[in-house]
């Protein structure tokens, strides 16, 4: 296995101050999160108070640091460790659908009392010790929380340390051998590395200005200034189940005659997702935009033409309700093509374990590597090794003492590390969208649990219940410290003094451990204090389909995987696998091959087209124009500082928003 330049000639940046800087800022920042995500009153604001614009307003907190930490003799291998810590925090969205489901199916949900006998007893306290999480204005009972909390936050551990030393052992292939980009990076560096020029004579700053103004003013206009401004309107339209949107279904498609095709523009956060499409690469939004209008356009025509699929906008339903049903339209008619199975699922184990396979040959070498006590990169390949294997064995023993059966463990082990896998690719080639790309994968692990373990005959066991309840945990923990730690080792190498990626993975690695612990406490806390039904709601929209699994658990006959017969997930499956296998292979191969496996996940899904698709297409042509008319040198010297303004910009006026909601939750 080929070296990177030796380690000791690196810069470490692995100092006490950065760590307790990057500390002190990872609470701030996790707290914040947690409590605008906690108190956000609709699943919409949960994912804007916490979603993509937070990345930008790490960026601000970024930009304030670096400059007064310059100023006081930080290098920029410090900053980068500061920037790891920050980067690696435990987000609200793993600790929403890994965590609050399987408490709300104990405590409140209308199953609780069936569900209770199948719930290892240490997962959480007593329900008596538990209630007053409902309604808040109570003490935390501590001492009952002690061990549930040492389960979760080693099992929360276990799968992420497996995932981040599987990820690590293909890292110099990731970085130095195929070279992705991280584009997310070439924002970071700016302000990581030793600037050049001062912060106002450096390139392309008055543009980021600009942009970061005209962010912030159309951002406003969303939820900010109506929040603030009594009767400022809402500007936006929106269709006629609220929300904001042109619904064009009625216009162009009275009466369904042409089918349950996607009509529907979606307005929600446009300037900050135009701005994040604009620097992603042609490739992957193009394909995404080609396999929309293929899956959401021309496939439901011809399935209601052939008389398989029934055209639901004749009965006067439009807006993302046709979409919906074309994706999963096997809910009420066996006939249809399962659209989600094929894509959300099928594509994503499809490019994930031809990658895998592709990575084969440095998988076996860093193996041999660890037998003979060399290294991988710059990593000891029996640390690397030993990490994977002994994190993955806590993982097992975890899932067992859980009464998940060792077949159901070892699918979701599988599972965990092929959706890491596309999903450090993702944030290689496309910025970073690993939640829109793997969201319907939550579903399609409860399927994969239910079939692990013989489906029917396991009706009503504490093993069924587990699998399916570990299911919904598995699908966040893994992908977001991976990537986010190969975005920091893309940023060692960024450096003008290259740093040694032991720092970043060390601070990585310290930061998901701190965050977790924080999230979790201000979890409980803000539980017992403002109460699941009454202020903290943020941290319950989506427990429904929680619900829906466990009705279909306790119910027989009925499929574990929403929205489909169970016989129909294998047949699309495959046919997605395949899809995705060849055009992994022939874009691994080819690189003049246009269509991409990372655009082929991202079109497919069900947030592509129900919040990305119409500013993608914006973006895409916005980033077309300026390539044809000016190149490279206009792209990356007008346009990427624009971009990054536009996202700076609206991350501010969320993360004003969110104080604003917070103080009239609170008020």
């Known amino acids: 296995m080929s070296e990177i330049s030796s380690e000791e000639v690196r810069e470490s940046g692995l100092t006490l101050r950065a760590l307790v800087i990057g500390i002190v800022l990872l609470i ?23 979603g993509v614009p937070t990345l930008f307003l790490m960026f601000i907190l970024l930009i304030v640091s670096s400059t007064f930490l310059r100023k006081r003799g930080f290098s920029a291998s410090e900053l980068l460790v500061i920037f790891t810590i920050l980067g690696s925090s435990f987000f609200v969205d793993s ?16 199953h609780a009392e069936s569900i209770r006998s199948l719930q290892p007893s240490f997962w959480f306290p007593n329900v008596a010790e538990m209630t007053p999480m409902l309604m808040g204005g109570a003490a935390v009972p501590w001492d009952a929380w002690v061990v549930p909390l040492a389960f979760w936050l080693l099992y929360s551990l276990s799968i992420v340390s497996f995932n981040l030393f599987f990820a690590l052992i293909y890292s110099h292939r990731i970085i130095n051998v195929e070279r992705l980009p991280f584009p997310l990076a070439s924002a970071y560096i700016h302000v990581i590395d030793e600037p050049r020029k001062p912060f106002m004579e450096r390139t392309g700053i008055k543009l980021l200005l600009v942009g970061l103004i005209i962010g912030f003013i159309f951002q406003s206009t969303y939820d900010l200034l109506p929040s603030v401004i009594p009767g400022f309107p809402d500007i936006w339209p929106r269709d006629f189940i609220g929300l904001r949107a042109l619904d064009l279904g009625p216009v162009f498609n009275p009466g369904g005659i042409y089918g349950n095709q996607l009509l529907f523009i979606p307005l929600t956060g446009m300037p900050s997702m135009i701005a994040t499409f604009f620097l ?18 021309i496939l439901p ?59 084969g040959r440095t998988l076996a070498d ?37 009464a998940v059966p060792v077949q159901a463990a070892l699918v979701f082990a599988l599972m965990t590390l092929l959706i890491m896998h596309v999903g ?13 790309a793997l969201e319907g994968m939550r579903s399609n692990f409860q399927s994969t649990g239910f079939q692990a373990i013989g489906g029917e005959a396991a009706r009503g066991t504490p093993q069924l219940y587990s699998t399916m309840a570990l299911g919904f945990a598995n699908q966040y923990f893994p992908a977001q410290i991976p990537w986010s730690t190969m975005m920091s080792i893309r940023l060692c190498e960024m450096t003008k003094k290259k740093t ?57 006959g009925l499929p574990q995987y929403s929205g489909t017969a169970e016989m129909r997930v294998w047949p699309e499956l495959i046919v997605g696998i395949l899809i995705a296998a060849v055009v992994t292979v022939m874009k691994f191969q080819f690189t003049w091959f246009p269509i991409h496996p990372m655009g082929l996940i991202l079109g497919s899904t069900v947030g592509w087209g129900v919040v990305f698709w119409f500013s993608a297409l914006i973006a895409f042509i916005l980033r077309i124009l300026v390539l044809r008319i000016g190149g490279a040198e206009l792209y990356e010297k007008k346009g990427v500082p624009l971009a990054i303004g536009v996202m700076i910009g609206s991350g501010i006026c969320v993360f004003i928003w969110a104080l604003v909601l917070i103080a009239q939750t609170l008020g």
């Open 280 to 297: 992603i690469p042609s490739s992957v939004v193009g394909t995404a935009l080609l396999v929309q209008v293929i899956a959401f356009n």
């Open 424 to 436: 450090v690719r993702i944030a290689g080639e496309a910025f970073g969208l690993i939640t829109g």
């Open 95 to 110: 600790i929403h659908y890994g965590f609050s489901g399987i408490l709300y199916s104990k405590l409140w949900s209308p």
């Open 28 to 50: 701030v920042f996790n707290t914040y999160g947690m409590i605008a995500g906690g108190l956000a009153t609709t699943e919409i604001m949960v994912s804007t108070v916490t």
């Open 500 to 556: 040694k990626w032991s720092s970043v993975v060390i601070a990585a690695m310290a930061s998901f451990i701190i965050s977790n612990i924080v999230a979790f406490i201000i979890y409980i806390w803000g539980a017992y204090t403002w109460g699941f039904e009454a202020k903290w709601t943020g941290m319950v929209p989506g427990v429904t389909e929680v619900d829906d699994y466990i009705s279909r658990l306790l119910t027989p």
């Open 301 to 359: 025509l011809i399935q209601v033409r052939m008389g398989i699929q029934t055209a639901i906008s004749q009965f006067g339903l439009y807006s993302v309700v046709p979409f919906v049903f074309n994706q999963v339209g096997t809910a009420f008619e066996p006939t249809g093509i399962q659209l989600q199975v094929i894509g959300t699922y099928g594509f994503v184990v499809g490019v994930g374990l031809v990658y895998i396979l592709l990575s």
């Open 366 to 402: 860093s193996f041999m590597s660890a037998v003979k006590g060399g290294k991988t990169g710059p990593f000891s390949s029996r640390l690397l090794w030993l990490g994977f294997i002994g994190s993955l064995a806590i993982y097992f023993a975890l899932n067992l003492l859980s």
